[in-house]
């Protein structure tokens, strides 16, 4: 293979002050028409303009010096490969402004990037397309030519043309509609002048909707525009986009910079959602609410998306990064800030407990890899910025920033983030621009501090040994690389470490705060009696796991039966024995020992982990001769809470129970427990034969319960149900569960379903193998199943298996998930090797704790 000409960025002897441009969508025939006309300031005499551009073919183009003559343009060569052209002239342009005009025509493609088209049903049933934009990274030069470079800024004037009868949106308000000349089925629709802004962040969309409209306290009118006749759906929305937009306002006490903002849910979207400026692209599950069908994790799940990419508006588009480099500040601080939103908009929601276990543990098990990589990774080419679009530029990020925050404090945090946004709005800047406006308001050394966390794969394991010295506790302290595959011994970096530290006299507040800039350290905490505990990382907020001595990890089981340690340090401290167990660092029977003594556990967030780590569990042991026993832990584990919560809400119960319960059912159905299997049938039928309809928040475990232990014709009724699903949120929860099903003869059938659909599913263990063999089969078009969702590997724990993945990729190479798959295979040598390593404990740890006591 020839190797790739090293990427250049665009030349700056020319570059743009204002685009005008005028497009025309052909939704039946799929292509366009676009007239740009460009005020350019050329800095060096040049006989040559190089911009962004791609299927897209230029008919005309001129350049006229202001005051001065039009000069064709004599030659238009298209670099394909670098997604450029370079537009020839007959004679130099001299240095000064001008007007840059090109036509041209492009396609209205089916790739959901550029300029698209979106398929969609009227509530008649008639299909139709709407025509919308997916601009980020690299996209904006599928629709007309441009700089598409985030630091060459420039405004923008649109103006579409579009059949009369269809809804037109665009970054800005529309300030002219009127009809087109030329055929009067169109009108033309022109829109106010954008602010400076990047071209990734330009958006517009032509289509069918209908809209919900408010205002938020400081007079910015919010839309949410819905499908047709789904616009009830769209209030959930627009009633955390109105309470957020002032919140933002507030914290970083910047206005919104534009008279409006609109969300819009669109039919076919790659994306979760996308924050072009003044109107916010979502698909429609991270949008759509219906108060009848809509569960308690979907709501959650949309002010989470909206508080992110209403965060943007801020933070990526008044000031945006200078190269996608520092991609990862802007999506880790969104992803950061989302939660500070929601948790201003739904205290209820307990929403940093569960940061811990949605974001920063999951960031933790992908950076413990060999195949992780640093938060900040030099992108040169464009396409390389897809594959970093991942858990560690959003959770790690998202982590190390909440962290930074704690460092600093809120009030100096705000100063340092008001400064940055002032200094640099309509701007660019870099990640160290901001470390320097933190570290002016709050006189901490934070680029020293964070560029070890940011520069570096990984993170350290914090060891800590303690002993009594008269009234004083010593604690011993060492930092180590924190490796998946257990202890290394080579030279490994340090971090600069913000460590707190609490002890049982106030659980919830840090006693001391250090920072730990060496390998070892030693504490002394003075006057400490010997039966107090003391823990490090209150709140679990820095991003490391620690290992105590035994004797300090003793100490603290009877805080987590009596529920003096707070619910997210429950949760760190049973997150972090499970990760030392997978790595070989402690036996997997400490851990199953910790687990046990959740029994009395209330919190949603802390089951929901638990939950999640005896599922990795049981998946490890689905080849074993004893699966079914720990299946027997799962439900007696689970059953108290069960039979505590029940089947039905009770009068005062809130979100977290209704999260919490569908949780605990699904999780005793899965695992065969009996009565749960029962009421999940009794459920079902009732609910298939419309006589009581199960609530939103009941489907998703009656389902999983019904599937798992069911046979062909609940699958048929399962497919049935997909079908007649008008909400896209039905679909997923059906689609999300269809891989629990475990006859062997139907997953080859699940698995068409899931071709046809181009969708993934999770088989059980049963088809884990027929899933590889399935996508071998279809490979050469639908290998992104496994790609996008590494899950559906990860499962695996035979050696034999990660070579058949590794194969398979070489034989079908999916580029921008080169990194996913080999994280895949890696995670499958390392269950392979715990499977080895610790098998026999378990199955005797399980098999001793059904004989009765003599």
Not at 127 to 153: G, N, S
Not at 295 to 313: D, K, M, P, T, Y
Not at 547 to 567: E, K, N
Not at 608 to 635: A, P, R
Request: glycine share 6%; with cysteine; charged share 25%.
């Amino acid at each position: 293979m020839p190797e790739r000409r090293p990427f250049v960025r665009l030349p700056t002897d020319v570059y743009p002050v204002n685009y005008g441009l005028c497009l025309k969508p052909d939704l039946i025939d799929f292509t366009f028409e676009g007239k740009l006309e460009a005020a350019v300031e050329v800095t060096q005499g040049t006989n040559q303009i190089v911009m962004n551009c791609a299927d897209i073919d230029i008919i005309t183009a001129s350049f006229a010096p202001d005051g001065g003559e039009e000069i064709n343009a004599t030659g238009f060569n298209y670099q394909n490969e670098d997604e450029k052209v370079t537009l020839s002239f007959p004679s130099a342009l001299q240095k000064g402004s001008g007007t840059l005009k090109i036509d041209f025509v492009g396609e209205l493609n089916d790739k959901m990037k550029g300029f698209y088209r979106s398929k969609y049903a009227t509530p008649s049933g008639e299909i139709r397309h709407a025509a919308v934009t997916q601009f980020e990274a690299t996209d904006a030069r599928r629709a007309f030519p441009c700089w598409d470079e985030p630091a060459i800024k420039a405004t923008f004037d649109i103006t579409l043309i579009i059949p009369k009868d269809r809804v037109a949106l665009s970054n800005m308000n529309v300030i002219d509609r009127k009809p087109y000349p030329e055929d009067d089925s169109l009108v033309e629709v022109k829109f106010a002048t954008t602010p400076i802004m990047s071209t990734y962040l330009v958006a517009f969309v032509i289509g069918e909707y209908d809209f919900v409209e408010s205002q938020s306290s400081d007079g910015v009118t919010v839309r949410v525009y819905t499908p047709l006749g789904k616009a009830e759906q769209g209030k959930f929305a627009l009633e955390v986009a109105t309470k957020t937009l002032p919140f933002y306002k507030d914290y970083f006490n910047v206005p919104y910079p534009l008279p409006k903002i609109d969300l819009i849910a669109i039919a076919d979207f790659a994306a979760g959602a996308m924050e072009n400026w003044g109107l916010v692209t979502y698909r429609e599950t991270a949008l759509l609410i219906d108060p009848r069908n809509s569960c308690a994790s979907s709501r959650q799940w949309v002010a989470l998306v909206v508080g992110h990419e209403l965060a943007h508006q801020w933070f990526g588009n008044l000031v945006t990064m200078e190269w996608w480099t520092h991609l990862w500040l802007n999506e880790g601080f969104a992803s950061w800030i989302e939660y500070l939103c929601v948790d201003h908009c739904f205290p209820e929601y307990d929403i940093w407990t569960q940061f811990v276990s949605a974001d920063y543990t999951r960031a933790l098990d992908l950076d413990a890899l060999d195949n992780s990589h640093p938060i900040e990774v030099n992108v040169g080419h464009p396409s390389e910025v897809d594959e970093i679009f991942d858990a560690i530029s959003y959770s790690k990020g998202a982590s190390v920033i909440r962290m930074l925050h704690n460092y600093i404090g809120d009030e100096d945090f705000r100063k340092g983030m008001n400064t940055y946004l002032l200094k640099f709005q309509h701007k660019n800047a870099s990640t160290e621009d901001l470390w320097d406006c933190l570290e002016q308001a709050s006189g901490k050394p934070i680029a020293a501090v964070m560029s070890s966390w940011t520069k570096q794969m990984g993170f350290p394991i914090i060891v800590v040994d303690q002993e009594q010295q008269g009234d004083d506790r010593a604690l011993k302290i060492s930092q180590k690389k924190f490796c998946a595959s257990g202890p290394h011994s080579e030279e490994c970096p340090t971090w600069m470490v913000p460590i707190s530290i609490c002890t049982s006299e106030d659980p919830s507040c840090s006693k001391m705060n250090v920072l730990m800039e060496h390998p070892e350290i030693n504490i002394t905490i003075p006057s400490l009696s010997p039966n107090k505990w003391v823990k490090l990382n209150p709140g679990t907020v820095g991003f490391y796991r620690i290992q105590y001595s035994s004797a300090m990890l003793d100490s603290f089981l009877p805080g987590i039966r009596d529920l003096t340690l707070l619910p997210v340090d429950r949760l760190g401290l049973q997150n972090d024995l499970f990760s030392l167990s997978r790595a070989g660092m402690i036996s997997t029977i400490e851990v199953l020992k910790v687990m046990e003594a959740f029994v009395n556990e209330p919190n949603y967030t802390v089951w929901s982990d638990l939950s999640c780590n005896l599922g990795v569990l049981s998946s490890l042991l689905s080849h074993t001769d004893f699966h079914d026993d720990i299946q027997e832990f799962i439900i007696d584990l689970f059953t108290p809470i069960g039979l505590k919560l029940g089947w039905d809400s009770k009068p005062g119960e809130g979100h977290l129970d209704a999260l919490l319960r569908g949780l605990v059912l699904g999780k005793l159905g899965k695992a065969g427990h009996k009565a749960t299997l029962e009421e999940a049938r009794r459920r079902f039928k009732e609910h298939v034969e419309g006589k009581q309809i199960l609530s939103a928040d009941l489907r998703s475990p009656v389902y999983l319960t019904v599937l798992k232990h069911g046979d062909s014709s609940v699958l048929d009724t399962m497919l049935k149900l997909h079908k007649q699903a008008d909400m896209q949120e039905e679909k997923n929860r059906i689609e999300r569960v269809l891989g629990a099903i475990s006859a062997p003869e139907l997953i080859q059938r699940v698995l068409n379903f899931a071709l046809s659909v181009c969708m993934f599913i999770i088989v059980s263990r049963f088809g884990k193998k027929r899933q590889i063999n399935a996508i071998n089969v279809n490979g050469e078009r639908k290998t992104f199943i496994i790609t996008t969702r590494k899950q559906t590997v990860d499962g695996f724990a035979i050696d034999k298996m990660a070579t058949e993945v590794k194969s398979f990729f070489e034989s079908h190479p999916a580029p921008a998930a080169e990194r996913t798959v080999q994280q895949c295979c890696e995670n499958i040598l390392l269950n392979a090797a715990w499977l080895k390593r610790d098998a026999d404990d378990i199955h005797q740890y399980l098999l001793q704790r059904k004989v009765p006591p003599v």
